[in-house]
């Protein structure tokens, strides 16, 4: 069982940035996939960012690609998700997710095995 903690979530201003962390349980996260979606009211969640487990190769949203970044820590058994150039459009909950199958990129909601709960950024204008 792996479980999974995002953490860095706020209100910031148009422009700003945060960084949003998502720390891990289990021995082998550094074999998995992890991503990041979010999910804005009344939308469904949708893909953000996700990253291979060596962290060598990533793979971005296309509304993000530029202003995000996501990074890991396998020896902090955490992946980080650095958002630059904030709109408010990416006002949402942030949720990071785990996946142990083959494959990348990963930007299907199937492809992860397990979620976090979830962080709340909020961006104003």
């Known amino acids: 069982q792996v479980q999974l903690v995002e953490s860095g979530g706020g209100l910031v201003q148009a422009g700003g940035s945060l960084k949003l962390s998502c720390a891990t349980s289990?021995?082998?996260?550094?074999?998995?996939?992890m991503g990041w979606f979010r999910q804005a009211p009344g939308k469904e969640r949708e893909y953000v960012a996700a990253i291979t487990w060596s962290g060598t190769i990533t793979h971005y949203a296309d509304s993000v690609k530029g202003r995000f970044t996501i990074s890991r820590d396998n020896a902090k058994n955490t992946v980080y998700l650095q958002m630059n150039s904030l709109k408010p459009e990416d006002t949402a909950i942030y949720y990071c997710?785990?996946?142990?199958?083959?494959?990348?990129?990963?930007?299907?909601?199937?492809?992860?095995?397990?979620w976090g709960q979830g962080t709340q950024v909020t961006v104003s204008s």
């Open positions: 997710a785990a996946s142990n199958s083959l494959g990348f990129p990963k930007n299907l909601e199937y492809e992860y095995n397990y």
């Open positions: 289990g021995r082998t996260f550094s074999t998995y996939v």
